[in-house]
């Protein structure tokens, strides 16, 4: 198992911008916040000048990250942007339209750090590494190219990315570089009990009702192999919860036995879906969501749809899964 060596030229541009915008993806999950924050705490120690720019706000469960209260959150730019800034640096992002923000942030030049499969190769400078456990490690990885040391409060976001992305060190991408970047994140600081805290520890009420409301939604399909389940706006509304509340639920059905895909509705405001996947082994459900216009990773991926028809949207989505399950075999 090898992994992509960091291009010299992403080194020098990060070396000689002196301002930063960082983004990532919408409806940001651990890896996006837990990279962002760790490289914007790497930039600043540097003597950078450095903002966190997410169109969405972070799921309650990440605010207790150091440094989280300082993201720019929305559609409005920062101030002085873009001509303050030198250097925009899009993580753990496959497409610059998944930002949510592509039209403001294609102004400035861009550097591309991602994990994922299909990743469109946008930006000035490309780091892909789909062998990388999260983008979090290539963030611990591009500190040590700068030959910058990294404190505890770093080395605990970077931490949670590998936890978050891994599922705890459960799923396939739970390799020999994401055990020894834990490892080696420890020997820096990292405290795996207090990061386990931030994230299984301290759940919002919000999160319990809404797990409740789903799993009434639950359904299995192709004997058994096939699991799905929805959150309605409504659920939303009764559990008083936010879209980022939803972070992990989807983890029970999957934890089914006999469960080998899981697909989970999420309706959005104004009727659209978002769609996410999860699976085990060799059920490719990246395949799936780029069949739908998405992407991620072999055993975790999605997509969004404005189809508002929900039982229609469930049925193309059962035949994709039904189909890769099958060639699992």
């Known amino acids: 198992?090898?992994?992509?060596?960091?291009?010299?030229?992403?080194?020098?541009?990060?070396?000689?911008?002196?301002?930063?915008?960082l983004s990532s993806h919408v409806n940001p999950d651990g890896d996006a916040i837990g990279s962002g924050l760790g490289l914007a705490r790497i930039l600043r120690q540097m003597g950078k000048e450095v903002t966190v720019w997410n169109r969405d706000p972070m799921p309650g469960v990440y605010r207790p990250l150091p440094d989280s209260a300082k993201v720019h959150v929305g559609e409005t730019p920062p101030d002085g942007f873009p001509e303050s800034f030198d250097l925009?640096?899009?993580?753990?992002?496959p497409g610059l339209a998944r930002t949510?923000?592509?039209?403001?942030?294609?102004?400035?030049?861009?550097?591309?750090?991602?994990?994922?499969?299909?990743?469109?190769?946008?930006g000035e400078v490309v780091w892909v590494d789909t062998e990388a456990p999260a983008v979090g490690e290539m963030v611990f990885r591009l500190a040590k190219g700068l030959q910058h040391p990294i404190d505890s409060e770093t080395a605990n976001a970077l931490y949670l990315?590998?936890?978050t992305d891994t599922g705890g060190f459960r799923f396939a991408n739970a390799n020999a570089i994401a055990f020894e970047a834990a490892a080696d994140l420890v020997r820096q600081g990292a405290a795996p009990e207090v990061v386990s805290h931030w994230l299984f520890e301290?759940?919002?009420?919000?999160?319990?009702?809404?797990?409740?409301?789903m799993l009434q939604t639950?359904?299995?399909?192709?004997?058994?192999?096939?699991?799905?389940?929805w959150l309605r706006q409504d659920m939303f509304a009764r559990a008083n919860a936010q879209s980022g509340d939803a972070e992990g639920l989807i983890d029970y059905p999957r934890s089914i036995a006999g469960v080998s895909a899981v697909a989970l509705f999420k309706q959005l405001e104004g009727g659209d879906h978002k769609v996410s996947l999860r699976s085990r082994g060799d059920i490719d459900v990246e395949r799936v969501a780029r069949s739908f216009g998405g992407g991620g990773h072999q055993n975790a991926a999605g997509f969004s749809s404005d189809q508002t028809d929900g039982p229609t949207l469930?049925?193309?989505?059962?035949?994709?899964?039904?189909?890769?399950v099958e060639q699992a075999r």
Do not use: K, W
């Open 1 to 21: 198992m090898t992994t992509q060596a960091i291009p010299e030229q992403l080194l020098e541009r990060i070396r000689s911008a002196q301002r930063f915008v």
């Open 88 to 93: 925009g640096i899009i993580l753990e992002c």
């Open 100 to 122: 949510g923000l592509q039209d403001a942030l294609q102004q400035l030049p861009l550097l591309n750090i991602d994990h994922h499969l299909g990743n469109d190769a946008y």
């Open 161 to 163: 990315t590998l936890v």
């Open 202 to 213: 301290s759940q919002p009420l919000a999160n319990l009702v809404l797990l409740g409301d």
């Open 218 to 229: 639950l359904q299995l399909h192709h004997d058994g192999r096939i699991a799905s389940a």
């Open 314 to 324: 469930l049925a193309e989505t059962l035949r994709a899964l039904v189909e890769v």
